[in-house]
């Protein structure tokens, strides 16, 4: 069975769902969020992250890699990502975490066992395990999902799965009966907007949180929020228009807004920000927007994870 790859296993986490959470990353996502803050999770492919300004100069990097790919100028660390194969052997060596591997091959039973480390958190607080990424539903193989899922059901842990709904349908049918609770992001429910600030339409990903609906699952919506891109009150309405119209009633509606908390990944990983200029919305709009989906019965409505 070919294996996903993950980038981090976060235990203790409390903003995955209900509890305390293992969540598990998965590498690999269809969407390109301007402001995703894992931008390691896009690719499936194990990635180098360098963070030049922990970098004392030392030179064990360049001596190490087998690609040539790694330099020291004026003090710093630099790297050829045209030759490099994200080995990891530099990120071993390097004794101040300047350079980091994200992604590596976990089995369903290895990671399984991992998971299982934690149960005792699962049922003193009503945790359990969250499948995140990326996107889990397309950066792991189906059978591989599935399997995952049979196993923690049969161990008796909840599971919930954090996705963008970007998804095969097949996909999700399939792990819907293994799956408590999903946490599904609405970006934007305007075609241009979803457009220009994922690359894709958001045409399957609505039809998908209505395949849910009507097939019984429980499912929180997540809506990120982004002053310049998302977050006028027309597009709050139209997410808000959506729900009534298809009779779509979430068990929570969490308000997220912006944060760049992520930003600094895009430089250790080459490449550019483009969420820069993009701002959180204000406490007073965010608690509006609260209160146009309490007015129309959807609650409860939180602001933050």
Same mark, same amino acid.
């Given at each position: 069975?070919?294996?996903?790859?993950?980038?981090?296993?976060?235990?203790?986490?409390?903003?995955?769902? #209900?509890?305390?959470?293992?969540?598990?990353?998965?590498?690999?996502?269809? +969407?390109?969020?301007?402001?995703?803050?894992?931008?390691?999770?896009?690719?499936?492919?194990?990635? +180098?992250?360098?963070?030049?300004?922990?970098?004392?100069?030392?030179?064990?990097?360049?001596?190490?890699?087998?690609?040539?790919?790694?330099?020291?100028?004026?003090?710093?660390?630099?790297?050829?990502?045209?030759?490099?194969?994200?080995?990891?052997?530099?990120?071993?060596?390097?004794?101040?975490?300047?350079?980091?591997?994200?992604?590596?091959?976990?089995?369903?039973?290895?990671?399984?066992?991992? +998971?299982?480390?934690?149960?005792? %958190?699962?049922?003193?607080?009503?945790?359990?395990?969250?499948?995140?990424?990326?996107?889990?539903?397309?950066?792991? $193989?189906?059978?591989? %999902?599935?399997?995952?899922?049979?196993?923690?059901?049969?161990?008796?842990?909840?599971?919930?799965?954090?996705?963008?709904?970007?998804?095969?349908?097949?996909? %999700?049918?399939?792990?819907? $009966?293994?799956?408590?609770?999903?946490?599904?992001?609405?970006?934007?429910?305007?075609?241009?907007?979803?457009?220009?600030?994922?690359?894709?339409?958001?045409?399957?990903?609505?039809?998908?949180?209505?395949?849910?609906?009507?097939?019984?699952?429980?499912? #929180?919506?997540?809506?990120?929020?982004?002053?310049?891109?998302?977050?006028?009150?027309?597009?709050?309405?139209?997410?808000?228009?959506?729900?009534?119209?298809?009779?779509?009633?979430?068990?929570?509606?969490?308000?997220?807004?912006?944060?760049?908390?992520?930003?600094?990944?895009?430089?250790?990983?080459?490449?550019?920000?483009?969420?820069?200029?993009?701002?959180? $919305?204000?406490?007073?709009?965010?608690?509006?927007?609260?209160?146009?989906?309490?007015?129309?019965?959807?609650?409860?409505?939180?602001?933050?994870?």
């Amino acid at each position: 069975m070919p294996e996903p790859l993950v980038f981090n296993i976060q235990r203790f986490s409390t903003h995955d769902g #209900d509890g305390v959470r293992t969540t598990v990353f998965f590498k690999g996502c269809p +969407l390109r969020c301007a402001w995703c803050h894992n931008p390691e999770s896009q690719l499936r492919e194990t990635e +180098l992250l360098l963070y030049a300004h922990k970098c004392t100069g030392c030179g064990r990097c360049a001596s190490v890699c087998p690609q040539g790919a790694n330099s020291i100028s004026g003090g710093r660390a630099g790297v050829d990502r045209t030759k490099c194969i994200a080995c990891g052997a530099c990120a071993e060596l390097c004794p101040n975490g300047a350079r980091e591997i994200a992604g590596r091959a976990i089995a369903v039973r290895e990671l399984v066992r991992e +998971l299982l480390k934690d149960r005792i %958190l699962y049922e003193q607080s009503g945790g359990g395990v969250t499948l995140s990424g990326g996107e889990p539903m397309w950066a792991a $193989p189906e059978e591989y %999902l599935v399997t995952l899922l049979r196993a923690l059901q049969h161990e008796g842990i909840s599971v919930y799965i954090d996705t963008c709904g970007f998804v095969d349908r097949q996909v %999700l049918a399939r792990v819907l $009966p293994y799956t408590d609770v999903f946490l599904y992001d609405i970006k934007a429910a305007d075609e241009q907007t979803h457009r220009k600030w994922t690359g894709a339409p958001p045409e399957r990903i609505l039809e998908n949180l209505v395949f849910l609906n009507r097939n019984g699952a429980r499912f #929180d919506l997540r809506l990120p929020l982004m002053d310049g891109a998302n977050a006028a009150e027309e597009d709050i309405l139209r997410v808000l228009a959506f729900l009534k119209r298809e009779g779509i009633r979430p068990r929570k509606i969490h308000l997220l807004p912006y944060h760049d908390t992520g930003a600094g990944k895009y430089a250790a990983l080459g490449r550019p920000y483009a969420a820069s200029a993009l701002r959180a $919305p204000s406490g007073a709009v965010l608690e509006h927007f609260r209160k146009l989906f309490l007015a129309e019965g959807y609650g409860p409505v939180t602001i933050g994870g």
